[in-house]
């Protein structure tokens, strides 16, 4: 396989970019897993569930269950691993996932969670990683036993080798190549079986007429432009929307995707179970200069180093600059990015939020409490209508109390345009032919590898 970035980390504890996420989860277990269609949760190292009350949740584990090492999996493992995510001295990047639950309780096979208040998204939090209770506090360790298909075989910049734990798999090894045609170069030359997204749209059709499988499938997915809107030059609500204004989504989608990415009209992928229909915003120039009065705005705009994702930054600055926003691309590295974002060194920045499977995400990302270093909330939005609908989704089990809740989280952002939502990208993947059975997951998610034949 084949990827444009390095992986930050394989520690499920820790990792937050794309790569990482996706290898530790072949490496790594929870008691649930997402379907790879519907993205429900469904139970993964539990083999059954039920909730005693809405505050307690009685899981059961899976018989025979063993880490790599060879270590059985005990509920002991699990209340380790929670306490260990909730202990504020770890400074895991998973707290936010278990900051509902009051304490978690090892009865034999059953594990007892307890929850401080209604928390409607506890079985999909309960994706996180299972670790060994020897291991879950101690952020040293620097290759952590698994419940997952694979193992780590060995981890260097540009090069991880996964071995799989089942005879009938095949050994995975993972290239970080950034550079778009040599990553193109070694699937047509038979050197490469895998490459997840991060190709040109442009390639696609000569990498299918060299025999190529190219496949892809709508994404739970979310590209958008984030602003600082606490200071500087998008404190203005009138800026940011006339930046989202200024846009031609439509063109960019159709020209420079292929097609394969669908506009976003709010915050949530059509098909998903939360998703409001809004018709699509305009792109309107003229109302974008008239918005901001004949004054112009400067800023600059971070982005990442990919090919594809340098061309779009770059056509959108020509948009905005026609309705009066004088913008710098400046394409940086994803360690280099993020670390401005938290910093606060920024105007604004194009993003993705590449698992938008459950809409309680938000909430590390809009949420006044999650502002950094609480969470990532890096725009800085500070909103008692934002909070007030991230709240109410997350303490009802009711899906349709929680779509309305969302439905007035969108419509806040949208009206502030404290984002603007750009569009949901398809989950494209091209394959040699002893891969052909091959797709990602609709958040992307690789867990179909460990079936290749």
């Known amino acids: 396989m084949v990827v444009a970035q390095d992986a930050e980390t394989l520690d499920p504890r820790f990792v937050t ?16 897993r997402l379907d790879p269609d519907t993205l429900e949760p469904v139970p993964y190292m539990a083999s059954a ?8 949740l009685d899981v059961t584990l899976r018989a025979g269950v063993r880490f790599h090492s060879g270590a059985p999996l005990r509920a002991e493992d699990v209340v380790a691993t929670i306490d260990a995510l909730r202990d504020p001295a770890l400074h895991a990047r998973a707290a936010h996932v278990v900051s ?9 096979d059953h594990v007892v969670f307890r929850l401080a208040r209604p928390h409607a998204t506890l079985l999909t939090d309960l994706e996180v990683p299972i670790l060994r209770a020897d291991q879950a506090r101690d952020a040293s360790v620097a290759n952590l036993d698994g419940l997952g298909p694979y193992r780590v075989g060995s981890a260097r910049p540009g090069v991880i080798d996964l071995e799989p734990m089942s005879a009938a798999a095949r050994p995975l090894r993972i290239l970080t190549v950034h550079d778009e045609n040599a ?16 190709l040109s749209p442009s390639l696609l059709p000569t990498l299918a007429s060299h025999g190529l499988r190219v496949a892809s499938r709508p994404g739970a997915n979310l590209v958008y432009v984030l602003f600082r809107t606490d200071r500087g030059p998008f404190a203005s609500e009138d800026a940011r929307r006339a930046f989202g204004l200024a846009i031609d989504r439509e063109s960019i989608v159709r020209d420079m995707l292929g097609g394969r990415a669908r506009l976003a009209t709010g915050l949530l992928p059509p098909g998903h179970w939360a998703y409001t229909p809004r018709p699509a915003a305009p792109h309107d120039a003229t109302k974008a200069r008239e918005i901001l009065h004949g004054t112009h705005v400067s800023c600059t705009l971070l982005g990442s180093t ?4 340098v061309a779009i ?13 004088d913008c710098e691309e400046t394409p940086l590295e994803l360690g280099t990015l993020l670390a401005r974002l938290g910093a606060g060194d920024f105007d604004a920045a194009i993003l993705e939020i590449p698992e938008l499977a459950e809409p309680n995400t938000l909430r590390v990302f809009l949420h006044s409490a999650s502002i950094p270093p609480s969470g990532s909330n890096r725009g800085r939005v500070r909103d008692t209508e934002v909070d007030a609908a991230l709240d109410a989704g997350d303490a009802t089990l009711d899906l349709g109390a929680r779509k309305a809740a969302y439905a007035r989280l969108e419509d806040r952002v949208l009206a502030e345009a404290y984002w603007i939502p750009l569009w949901h990208e398809d989950e494209v993947v091209v394959t040699s032919a002893r891969a052909k059975d091959f797709l990602p997951s609709a958040e992307g998610r690789w867990s179909g590898l460990a079936r290749l034949p």
């Open 49 to 56: 569930y039920r909730f005693v009350d809405p505050l307690t």
């Open 306 to 309: 990919d090919r594809l994702r």
């Open 100 to 108: 509902a639950i009051a304490s978690v309780e090892a009865r034999g």
């Open 17 to 32: 970019d794309a790569v990482g996420m996706r290898v530790s989860r072949l490496v790594h277990a929870g008691l649930f």
């Open 313 to 325: 930054a770059r056509v959108m600055t020509q948009e905005l600059a026609e309705a009066g926003i």
């Open 183 to 198: 990553r193109a170069l070694r699937l047509l030359g038979g050197r490469t079986d895998v490459a997840p997204s991060g």
